[in-house]
């Protein structure tokens, strides 16, 4: 189990690596030896978070639902909440208290913060600030929605009806993005708006993640035969990525709106989430293979990354800035490689800080809380 788990903290090492380096570049440019079209590409770490969410959770209550146990949802949102919510209020703190920290001028209602209903709706020209964590509400909404759902309906259908539900509600995506897509978006900013953050058009991810846990759970002999092809699934998913990057790294001046904005852009506003999670979810497959490099790994430095992702993510942007402003005061060249280089570690001492300081007491306490209730049981 642990070997399985080593390959998921590589991706999810890669996955919070590809968002830094791609919200870097909002700050200042990044030095031309990383000037790449991958950088680019960065945004889809995202997408991995999502595949690797859906994959673990979803097994995580089939795994009890096997058990004759049910699922239990006071433990769930337990853990979760314990998860969750500390190191997210802290951060939604130091940018309520301390607007000079502010990497963007304006912050969303508190409320849509509170709720974790940011993503719906978000105008990032009026309210950029702490706009990466729109894909933690819909991690939240996944997160409240999925156990209840599986709670209601049971595990012979879990078993029987995932396949469907999974592909009506991706196709159900497509159709969402090309009526948001048509009627909606006039912009960059309103398709971010309509199309980028909506939890309704970026459930794919999630979805396929679902799909793994259900195949790997229902389905032994294809969990065998995919096992067997560690490298094969790893490079198909290499391959539908390459794909899917051809839509977003084109070399022209206004390569933006050309894709996303421009009559011919349907396509990839349709069809690029879905390929991008599917890449990833091969990837993620092959990770979890007995065979494969990636299930075999083991990186103490990937593993302390992966530990630290979540409060990485939430906290890097307002440690970006400050760290770039400070540095930049005292004669670091902004757009050079010791600046980022600078900056990328303030974050991730800066998370080690939150991990030691507010993830692993929530931990502790979490564990207390579940061992008292389980006594009571």
Known sequence: MRSKLHGLETLRACAIGAVLLFHYQYFFEHPLWLEAGLIKFGWSGVDLFFVLSGYLIHSQLLAEMEAGKGVSLARFYIKRAFRILPPFGFVLALYVLFPWARERESLPPLWKLLTFSQNIGLDVAAHRT????WSLCIEEQFYLLLPLGLSVIGYTQVRNGTVQTVCALMALGVVVRFISFRFLARDMASW???IYYPTQTRLDGLLVGIFIAWLFHFKPSAREWLAARPVQTLLAGIGVLAISSLFVLQNTPDRTLRIYVGILAQYPSLFLFPMVSIGFGLIVVSA??????????????LGWV???SYSLYLSHKIVLHLAQKWLAGVGIPPKGPVM???????????ALLMHHAIERPAFRLRDWLLAKRMSRT
Do not use: Q
């Not at 702490?130 to 964590?133: E, K, L, N, Q």
């Not at 979890?288 to 430095?301: C, G």
């Not at 980022?340 to 800066?350: H, K, T, W």
């Open 192 to 194: 971010m708006e309509w």
């Open 130 to 133: 702490f706009s990466h964590a």
């Open 306 to 308: 992966a530990t630290l």
């Open 340 to 350: 980022m280089l600078l900056c990328l570690g303030a974050a991730v001492g800066f």
């Open 288 to 301: 979890i293979s007995p065979d494969s490099f990636l299930y075999n790994l083991h990186s103490k430095s």
